[in-house]
């Protein structure tokens, strides 16, 4: 598929009438934008699949319980490794001021109410004034400005051989194809593989797999799927030692994550 252009048909943004618009777009696997840069901060959010953001400042994963903000004047380019629907915002930076956060590239945790309002709006007409939309907007704005900045976020390469390696295990995260095997598909040493992979995300290629697998089974977790069905789909033989990671990176048993899920 081509890169896609900029969404100018929202052009010209006029922030004074509105400080929030929003997108409402299904993309098939394997889509890419073009590198641009607008005046307005974005919040890139799926409602489902996922999304890669690369910036100048660094490559992120959004997860449909992650967003990645950018703000204004960053150049940026987007990719779509699955099927996926966007519900991002653009919003007027100035709404922010104040938050340093908000000055630089970063992942944010997205709880289930601000996911509920984002799911809700997006479909609907970015026409708002002082009406209930218009109130909704201002909740939101005030809950993203309180949503907590993912401490350790899932860092995205940028090679593009890596990308088609990262694309994989977000797809199928229970394939246990090993850094060996993707060398040798890739045309590269081990050896070779293991340091570019480290320089592009920061962590080894099995660190990686574990937390991108665990991200996953969270996701499916909320959404009422079964703990050892969730195990075996990322690979895991023994239900014991999905339990003890995923309790490890998440201070709470899978258990607990599927029995709260109609709390949110």
């Not at 974005?42 to 409602?47: F, I, K, R, S, V």
């Not at 590239?105 to 997205?110: D, L, N, Q, R």
């Not at 977790?221 to 003890?244: P, R, W």
């Amino acid at each position: 598929m081509e890169p896609l252009e900029a969404k100018s048909y929202l052009a010209p943004y006029d922030p004074a009438a509105r400080p929030v618009v929003w997108f409402n777009d299904d993309f098939p696997p394997d889509t890419w934008s073009k590198p641009h840069v607008h005046p307005w901060g974005e919040l890139a959010y799926t409602g489902h699949g996922c999304m890669v953001m690369c910036t100048e400042q660094g490559n992120w994963l959004a997860p449909p319980q992650r967003a990645v903000w950018v703000p204004a004047g960053c150049r940026h380019e987007w990719y779509v490794p699955c099927e996926a629907r966007d519900c991002s915002l653009w919003i007027d930076q100035r709404v922010l001021l104040g938050v340093e956060r908000f000055t630089r590239c970063h992942v944010m945790e997205i709880t289930p109410l601000v996911r509920e309002l984002l799911l809700h709006l997006t479909p609907q007409p970015y026409s708002y004034g002082a009406d209930a939309r218009g109130r909704l907007v201002a909740v939101l704005l005030d809950l993203l400005l309180e949503s907590p900045e993912e401490a350790q976020p899932l860092a995205m390469p940028s090679d593009h051989r890596l990308v088609e390696l990262c694309t994989a295990l977000l797809t199928t995260p229970g394939v246990s194809t090993s850094l060996a095997q993707w060398a040798e598909r890739l045309g590269m040493s081990e050896r070779n593989l293991a340091r570019l992979f480290r320089r592009e995300t920061g962590t080894s290629f099995r660190t990686w797999r574990q937390r991108q697998r665990m991200q996953a089974a969270y996701n499916r977790l909320k959404q009422g799927e079964s703990v050892t069905s969730v195990a075996l789909d990322s690979g895991y033989s023994s239900i014991s030692a999905f339990i003890a990671t995923f309790k490890q990176a998440f201070g709470r048993t899978p258990g607990c994550v599927f029995r709260a899920r109609g709390d949110n």
